[in-house]
């Protein structure tokens, strides 16, 4: 494949000025982290306590975390495809942390706390889904905010990421036509909502309304840069 073809699947011709602002929205996405990560204390980060529960949580919250810095590296790099896919994956792994503190039975983290061999994969694999974790915590009082968010972005996402994933029209037409600029930073502003929720998600865990305070903070402070639809707090 030449380089003029592989230049397709990013983002479609554009002036200076759209490059600029993606550029901005990329450097403002970093400045989200960097805050998000100060606000909960990263650096000296502890959760309530060592339950298998919490822990479970902890692990899924930093799994989305690294997708949500996945996706600005592969946007950075001109790869939208790749970077839009793994907005639901990011999606659907903080939706598990929320489930694992919220909703799941004692069993089913189990499950996800025991050592990996093939028996404990087979175990997991019978894991609740999307779906079903979503329902789970619909009846959990607790998780009102979470789940509001969660529904949100699936609402207005799921039909196109799932596409993305498994190579369906969206993948096919944006790699032959190009991204809009607007279009990739709206993707961003989705990934940077979920990068929000997952620092809220670390400051409920630890217990500590202060970290609480300080991650919703910064919801106001990076509007600009989130979603119109995310409200956490």
Do not use: C
């Not at 982290?33 to 899924?60: E, K």
């Not at 810095?69 to 792994?93: C, K, M, N």
């Not at 989705?190 to 409920?204: D, H, I, K, P, T």
């Amino acid at each position: 494949m030449t380089r003029a073809s592989q230049a397709k699947a990013g983002p479609a011709p554009v002036g200076d000025s759209d490059a600029l602002s993606l550029v901005q929205a990329l450097d403002r996405a970093n400045a989200l982290d960097v805050a998000l990560m100060a606000a909960v204390g990263a650096d000296r980060y502890r959760p309530f306590d060592d339950s298998d529960r919490i822990s479970a949580s902890v692990s899924a919250v930093l799994v989305a975390l690294e997708h949500g810095r996945a996706t600005r590296v592969l946007l950075a790099d001109g790869l939208p495809t790749a970077a839009f896919s793994l907005l639901r994956l990011q999606h659907e792994v903080l939706a598990r942390s929320v489930w694992l503190l919220y909703a799941a039975s004692d069993g089913a983290v189990a499950k996800l706390a025991a050592p990996l061999n093939a028996e404990s994969e087979a175990a997991a694999g019978k894991l609740p889904m999307l779906a079903d974790m979503l329902k789970q915590l619909a009846d959990k009082p607790g998780a009102v905010q979470p789940l509001a968010a969660l529904l949100a972005f699936k609402t207005h996402n799921a039909k196109a990421l799932n596409s993305f994933v498994h190579g369906g029209i969206h993948a096919l037409q944006r790699q032959a036509q190009g991204y809009p600029v607007p279009l990739v930073i709206g993707a961003l502003r989705n990934s940077n909502g979920l990068m929000l929720m997952a620092a809220m998600m670390l400051a409920v865990l630890t217990g500590s309304q202060s970290l609480v305070h300080r991650v919703s903070l910064l919801q106001t402070e990076f509007a600009d840069d989130l979603p119109p639809t995310l409200q956490l707090a």
